[in-house]
């Protein structure tokens, strides 16, 4: 039965996120695939996790004996969250961009996640491998040649540690321009979102079914 880690971390509801509009094709062709499959789903947003702070930063670095009954509890949710990326086949993660960069939730679940020598800081990572699927949105245009091309800190950020620090196999599917309806300026440009978005479906619906069936293949 295989795994899939979907997390969201867009403040908006489907209706009127594109991340989240875009991963939902992703697992619809996904479930459709995996109709007994198990999709772990955390909503960053509606149920953020707590920011690293010094307790559980400093509790993977002690024995388990060793801890405090806070670092023991710290950790506990540090260890829930790695086990449910390393038990994963395959990781879908909406992305929006916001303020340049990824929203603070999912940096939470990045901060918390990070367990060095184990998901991170090993030639081994746990995780290592894993088929992962990142839908980053975004509301202006910030791809090779473009204006703000030197602005863009989502692909670049997550493929650095995701990717290269952890292993993970990252694919993703970049819906841009998705201001251009609401946005005094950017009226010329609603015809090359709407495409984008468009092209953004239709990846995340392939990704979803040949993810799913080179698993089965796998398996």
């Given at each position: 039965m295989a795994t899939l880690l979907h997390l969201d971390s867009s403040v908006f509801p489907q209706d009127a996120s594109v991340s989240r509009d875009v991963a939902a094709s992703f697992r619809k062709a996904w479930e459709a695939e995996h109709p007994d499959?198990?999709?772990?789903?955390?909503d960053l947003a509606a149920d953020p996790l707590p920011h690293l702070d010094g307790v559980a930063a400093s509790?993977?670095?002690?024995?388990?004996?060793?801890?405090?009954?806070?670092?023991?509890?710290?950790?506990?949710l540090r260890d829930e969250l790695a086990r449910e990326l390393e038990q994963a086949d395959a990781v879908l993660i909406g992305a929006p961009m916001y303020n340049f960069t990824i929203p603070?939730?999912?940096?939470?679940?990045?901060?918390?996640?990070?367990?060095?020598?184990?998901?991170?800081?090993?030639?081994?990572?746990?995780?290592?491998g894993t088929p992962t699927v990142v839908v980053a949105s975004r509301g202006g245009g910030y791809g090779p040649g473009t204006p703000r091309e030197s602005w863009e800190f989502v692909?670049?950020?997550?493929?650095?540690?995701?990717?290269?620090?952890?292993?993970?196999?990252?694919?993703?599917?970049?819906?841009?321009?998705?201001l251009a309806g609401r946005t005094p300026g950017m009226e010329s440009l609603v015809d090359v979102a709407e495409a984008s978005r468009t092209k953004a479906h239709e990846e995340a619906g392939t990704h979803g079914k040949s993810l799913a069936a080179r698993l089965a293949a796998a398996a």
């Open positions: 499959g198990r999709v772990v789903h955390r509790s993977a670095f002690v024995s388990p004996e060793a801890r405090t009954p806070e670092q023991a509890t710290a950790y506990a603070s939730t999912l940096k939470a679940w990045m901060d918390q996640v990070i367990l060095n020598g184990r998901t991170f800081g090993t030639d081994s990572p746990s995780a290592a692909q670049n950020y997550l493929g650095k540690v995701l990717g290269e620090g952890m292993g993970l196999e990252l694919e993703f599917i970049v819906p841009e321009l998705t």
